[in-house]
């Protein structure tokens, strides 16, 4: 079993950063893929961005590359998403989810875990 508990957003200037946090618990954090979705008011959930096990191997939504980054440190059981250059419509409550691999991950299938969410809005 995993839990999920996102950290890091609030309220940011367009061109701004944030920094999310998500923390696992459980001792299987390392063999799952890693995965950012956001979903904005009136809107179904999209996938951002995915990372592998390891780290090495990472996935981006159009929409947020080169803007954003995701990355793991599996012994503090986290993983993060670096947001810069932030737009109004980047606004949206941001899930992290657990997935056996990357590809399930990118396509939203097989998601284990799912953390609360976290709200980050972007002012224009």
């Known amino acids: 079993q995993v839990q999920l508990v996102e950290s890091g957003g609030g309220l940011v200037q367009a061109g701004g950063s944030l920094r999310l946090s998500c923390a696992a618990s459980?001792?299987?954090?390392?063999?799952?893929?890693m995965g950012w979705f956001r979903q904005a008011p009136g809107k179904e959930r999209e996938f951002v961005a995915a990372?592998?096990?390891?780290?090495?191997?990472?996935y981006y939504a159009d929409s947020v590359k080169g803007r954003f980054t995701i990355s793991r440190d599996n012994a503090k059981n986290t993983v993060y998403l670096q947001m810069n250059s932030l737009k109004p419509e980047d606004t949206a409550v941001y899930f992290c989810?657990?997935?056996?691999?990357?590809?399930?991950?990118?396509?939203?299938?097989?998601?284990?875990?799912w953390g609360q969410g976290t709200q980050v809005t972007v002012s224009s």
């Open positions: 459980g001792r299987t954090f390392s063999s799952y893929a």
């Open positions: 990372s592998s096990w390891s780290g090495g191997n990472t």
């Open positions: 989810a657990a997935a056996p691999s990357p590809a399930q991950v990118v396509g939203v299938r097989n998601i284990r875990y």
